[in-house]
């Protein structure tokens, strides 16, 4: 079975440009997770979603960051323009509910270099 | 903003050696988890230990949980070089939401 898939791997851009990240959680997970990680730290959550919904986005910078979730399944995480403060590695993660006691399974993330 | 705290930051040992990585955490909560991070690559969940267990464990995994204390410690036994990785904790504060540690950088040389 595949494993949560995220594209691009990595992405370099320059300052104030726009950029998007693209998630494919695994099949059946209605419960998918946008992480930020910066070098040398643990992840930080960005947004949740349960099924199309966005919950827990209050740590999503919503001047300059957007998500969705079409049909409850791929997600796409944008951010328009880039500062270079947001270079960091952009972690996706699905879970078969919103509880603590399932597992998240993480994908491999998109490092971003803004320049 | 992360809850957990690891310690140490880093740490490098001989393969076959113990290792040890603990976590503190500031709130209470239902369940404390830990996770692997290869370089380069997503987080892979370890193992998770319910606030009402004392201890648990998982091949050469070992987990324990003092929540009068809020802290947590991973002890991997007979270490190889294939546990080279980052450690974090992560705690779930009121609402499911995971709150991650910065890690501990495991060195394990052969």
């Known amino acids: 079975e595949a494993g949560v898939v995220q594209s691009p791997r990595y992405k370099i851009i320059e300052k104030k440009q726009p950029v998007a990240f693209w998630c494919n959680p695994i099949?059946?997970?209605?419960?998918l997770y946008w992480y930020l990680q910066n070098l040398g730290q643990g992840p930080e959550l960005l947004i949740r979603?349960?099924?199309?919904?966005?919950?827990?986005d209050s740590q999503l910078p919503k001047d300059r960051f957007s998500a969705e979730r079409l049909k409850g399944v791929d997600s796409t995480l944008k951010i328009q323009p880039a500062e270079l403060g947001d270079s960091a590695v952009y972690l996706c993660?699905?879970?078969?509910?919103?509880?603590?006691?399932?597992?998240?399974?993480f994908g491999p993330g998109t490092r971003l270099t803004v320049l | 903003s992360q809850q957990g705290e690891e310690d140490p930051q880093a740490l490098s040992i001989q393969e076959g050696e113990n290792a040890t990585m603990n976590c503190s955490y500031k709130?209470?909560?239902?369940?404390l988890q830990w996770y692997r991070q290869n370089s380069g690559r997503g987080l892979v969940h370890l193992i998770l230990?319910?606030?009402?267990?004392r201890e648990k464990h998982s091949g050469r995994l070992r987990v324990t949980l003092d929540t009068s204390k809020k802290s947590s410690s991973l002890l991997i036994t007979a270490s190889r070089a294939a546990d080279t990785a980052s450690y974090f904790c992560?705690?779930?504060?009121?609402?499911?939401?995971?709150?991650f540690g910065g890690g501990t950088r495991l060195m394990v040389k052969p």
């Open positions: 709130t209470s909560i239902n369940n």
């Open positions: 992560a705690t779930d504060e009121a609402g499911n939401m995971l709150t």
């Open positions: 979603y349960e099924n199309e919904e966005a919950v827990d």
């Open positions: 099949s059946g997970h209605n419960t």
């Open positions: 230990i319910r606030s009402n267990e």
């Open positions: 993660a699905s879970s078969l509910g919103p509880s603590s006691y399932n597992e998240q399974f």
